[in-house]
């Protein structure tokens, strides 16, 4: 791009910096509003009963497919960076990226086919890899030459990503839960539509930028230091990173893929070598770094091996951390105590409608200001995101509004005792349930709560259903009772208003994390800045610790659950503590890690070592679903309280041996700070 052209592009600023930063922040908030709004609901959807729309699937099953999807998310950037770097442009990525996406959203919002969620999922994988490392790139050419002001468009930006998680997770979350799971695939779908169409319509504000393949780079000067020499990969190396490669995406895929669909890719005649494989696969891959690191350099080498060694605590560090939406939703949907009511009911409506429209209030306003400066050369690009957030305050108010008219009622029904003996000889009762149309005479009468935002009198008729086939009996709308046969309406009469209480959806924890990033990012950064600065290796010591701490409420919380039960009420409270504690966790990671490469390795590794970064968190995220999904097995053994204290004590030790070893790391380092 020529001189001229880079200075019209940053005539035109928001806050300071160019109209298409912003662009770029609206477009990935949309992508991780649909990201986020679906991983809060997948798993949720899932393991939920048929009778509300559910899968009724295993937790083991749910939290396996939830794991190769996140896992998968960090694998397919490598391939579409390349792919955008060689052929396609960074724009043409992102369109494509995000047209596939959309088409994802829309494949799941049709859930009640198990074939359209599969396919919805694969495309969502797809589409990530084609949009997620590009964006970026974007960013980073826009600023050549403004590198002063890069680090603050990169914490915009980074603004952009917390409030598209934040968004997604509360109106995703609750639309699928109230609604129905398919209205919130749905809605993730035409959110990362409209950004889409916002990205499309206003591309040519980046100028050339992203618009045509990046030329090579290779007469640029390198930020290599005196003694670094070219590694060239051999052919015994290419071998490897193929055999672990192809070993490893086997495993991932054929783990959901034999609990869910019985196909074990991996079982040669009553021979599962499911283990074998995975364990080959890792052990060819660490043969390959001890390989190619002993062969640089001794400072080269040196560098090497405190990133391997970060790579290793940011494994473990993902694996717990990515329980929010696994183990931890779990948690929040049937072991918490997610009704309130009374002032209760009324204090969370309040801080909810706070932490809901304060920050929509700061982004509107930030799109007003990129109206100012964007409308009159970008209408079309500036009307779809304008009537995004409409949509987005239509949802907001519809959400608060039915919070707040939220009513619980007493309502009876009737139900018949059957007494039997169980196999050991001990007495045993069931029931089956009056439905519409039937009668008994030996029927007896019970009652529930129900929590509607409706003004239903006394002695008016409503119906319930049997979820689970077990007795649990949930309120059915007249909308849903028409499309239920009579024999499956349980009949119910109100008895009177109990009062105000709300069901908090169990996808609304997930908000915590980026509230708490909003909240504490600044103050981080100010620590990071001043003389108090920790070391590399102390930072990823004090994010596992705090992560330790989090689940250490958590254990504690649990501790009078009893052992295998499927249900209890505990307090909400050490949700959101061991939330705030693993965002602080978070924040003392997840931010510096990337940071960190770009200085200790030479310019022309840099893209190597970030896709060996990226494996490095898809691995914690497959292991956050493998581990997670050992829940029910780990509490009938032992107890919720046992299971959390396994994701205390793991990452509370590494991050102490980590502080520990600050000093021997920090040498290992040669000077990078």
């Not at 969620?117 to 964006?135: D, E």
């Not at 070993?247 to 283990?275: E, R």
Request: with cysteine; charged share 15%; aromatic share 14%.
């Amino acid at each position: 791009m020529s001189t001229t052209s880079k200075n019209d592009f940053f005539k035109h600023n928001v806050l300071g910096h160019p109209a298409g930063l912003f662009v770029l922040f609206f477009t990935e908030m949309w992508e991780r509003f649909s990201y986020y709004g679906m991983r809060a609901l997948l798993v949720l959807f899932l393991v939920s009963a048929a009778g509300l729309g559910g899968w009724d699937w295993p937790r083991e099953n749910a939290l396996a497919l939830y794991g190769t999807y996140t896992s998968m998310v960090y694998l397919t950037p490598i391939l579409g960076g390349y792919l955008a770097d060689k052929y396609l442009g960074y724009r043409n990525a992102v369109i494509i990226g995000a047209l596939i996406m959309t088409l994802g959203h829309v494949s799941m919002a049709l859930e009640s086919n198990h074939m359209f969620l599969y396919i919805g999922i694969g495309l969502l994988i797809i589409g990530n890899g084609f949009f997620k490392p590009n964006m970026t790139s974007i960013i980073s050419h826009m600023y050549k030459g403004h590198e002063d002001k890069k680090d603050g468009a990169y914490t915009i930006f980074y603004m952009g990503v917390n409030a598209g998680a934040f968004l997604g997770i509360l109106l995703c979350g609750y639309v699928g839960e109230t609604e129905g799971w398919g209205y919130g695939f749905g809605l993730a779908g035409i959110f990362m539509f409209l950004g889409m169409l916002q990205f499309y319509f206003a591309q040519n504000i980046f100028g050339d930028i992203g618009k045509k393949v990046v030329q090579s780079e290779q007469n640029e000067p390198k930020l290599e230091f005196d003694g670094d020499r070219l590694n060239p990969f051999t052919s015994l190396d290419l071998g490897m990173i193929a055999f672990a490669a192809i070993s490893g995406l086997t495993w991932v895929i054929n783990d959901p893929l034999s609990k869910i669909g019985g196909i074990n890719l991996l079982k040669f005649g009553d021979y599962d070598a499911s283990n074998v494989v995975i364990l080959s696969a890792i052990g060819v891959f660490v043969a390959l770094l001890i390989s190619r690191i002993s062969r640089y350099p001794v400072i080269t080498r040196d560098r090497m091996i405190a990133i391997v060694i970060f790579a290793l605590l940011t494994i473990i560090f993902w694996a717990s951390f990515e329980q929010a939406g696994g183990s931890m939703t779990i948690f929040a949907k049937d072991y918490s105590a997610r009704v309130l009511s009374g002032t209760a009911a009324t204090v969370f409506n309040v801080i909810n409608i706070i932490i809901t429209v304060v920050p929509i209030l700061i982004i509107s306003w930030v799109l007003f200001l990129l109206f100012k400066q964007t409308f009159s050369r970008f209408a079309l690009s500036n009307i779809i995101l304008g009537t995004s957030f409409i949509i987005i305050w239509g949802i907001v108010g519809w959400m608060i509004n039915r919070n707040l008219k939220s009513q619980a009622y007493v309502v009876n029904y009737q139900k018949v005792a059957h007494h039997s003996t169980d196999k050991d000889g001990k007495d045993k009762t069931t029931y089956t349930f009056i439905t519409e149309g039937t009668t008994d005479a030996n029927a007896i009468t019970d009652s529930l709560t129900i929590r509607q935002p409706l003004e239903l009198a006394s002695a008016t008729k409503v119906f319930l259903f049997d979820v689970d086939k077990k007795g649990t009996l949930k309120f059915l709308s007249e909308e849903k009772a028409k499309l239920l046969p009579a024999a499956k309406r349980v009949v119910a009469e109100v008895v009177r208003k109990k009062g105000k209480e709300v069901e908090i959806p169990a996808s609304w924890f997930g908000i915590l994390n980026s509230l708490f990033i909003i909240l504490f990012a600044p103050l981080f950064s100010k620590w990071w800045e001043s003389k108090y600065n920790p070391s590399a290796a102390a930072k990823y010591g004090l994010g596992l610790i705090l992560m330790g701490i989090g689940f250490a409420v958590l254990a504690y919380g649990s501790m009078a659950i009893p052992q295998g039960a499927k249900a209890a009420s505990v307090s909400i409270i050490f949700l959101v503590i061991a939330y705030l504690f693993h965002t602080l966790g978070e924040l003392c990671l997840s931010p510096v890690a990337l940071s960190y490469i770009s200085k200790l390795v030479p310019g022309r590794m840099i893209a190597l070592m970030f896709g060996v970064w990226y494996i490095a968190v898809a691995i914690g995220n497959k292991a956050a679903g493998k581990m997670g999904g050992a829940i029910d097995k780990i509490q009938e053994a032992h107890s919720m309280s046992y299971f959390f204290m396994i994701f205390t004590l793991v990452p509370i030790s590494l991050g102490v041996l980590a502080i520990l070893a600050s000093p021997f790391i920090k040498k290992l380092m040669h000077g990078v700070k």
